[in-house]
């Protein structure tokens, strides 16, 4: 059974750090590329940033540019989100996902995980 299950969200002060992790089953996560998506209450799910299964490459919104790491690390099947300096207009679901194309930005996405939430509150 073809799964992507994300941890690692929670709830943290601004300024704060989080890194989410996207465990890969049922597929190997490394003939695609690797997607980080959002959706806040109201708004439509936007593409954070990408990395290329290929050769590394990696996109990253400008809202995030910065701020926000990509990895992947394919002996485990595993893909990373590291996030820094987090802000207030950060909070969302977020879900990986691995995508048919890295360009244009991982839009073509092959696999969902199931969504989590990351809140940032004072």
């Known amino acids: 059974q073809v799964q992507l299950v994300e941890s690692g969200g929670g709830l943290v002060r601004p300024g704060s750090s989080l890194r989410l992790s996207c465990v890969a089953s049922?597929?190997?996560?490394?003939?695609?590329?690797v997607g980080w998506f959002r959706q806040a209450p109201g708004k439509e799910r936007e593409v954070v940033s990408c990395m290329s299964h290929i050769d590394g490459s990696t996109w990253y919104d400008d809202s995030v540019k910065g701020r926000f790491t990509i990895s992947r690390d394919n002996a485990k099947n595993t893909a990373y989100l590291q996030m820094n300096s987090l802000k207030l207009e950060d909070p969302a679901v977020y879900y990986c996902?691995?995508?048919?194309?890295?360009?244009?930005?991982?839009?073509?996405?092959?696999?969902w995980g199931q969504g989590i939430q990351v809140t940032v509150s004072s």
């Open positions: 049922g597929f190997a996560l490394d003939y695609y590329p």
């Open positions: 996902a691995a995508a048919s194309v890295f360009k244009p930005r991982c839009l073509s996405v092959s696999y």
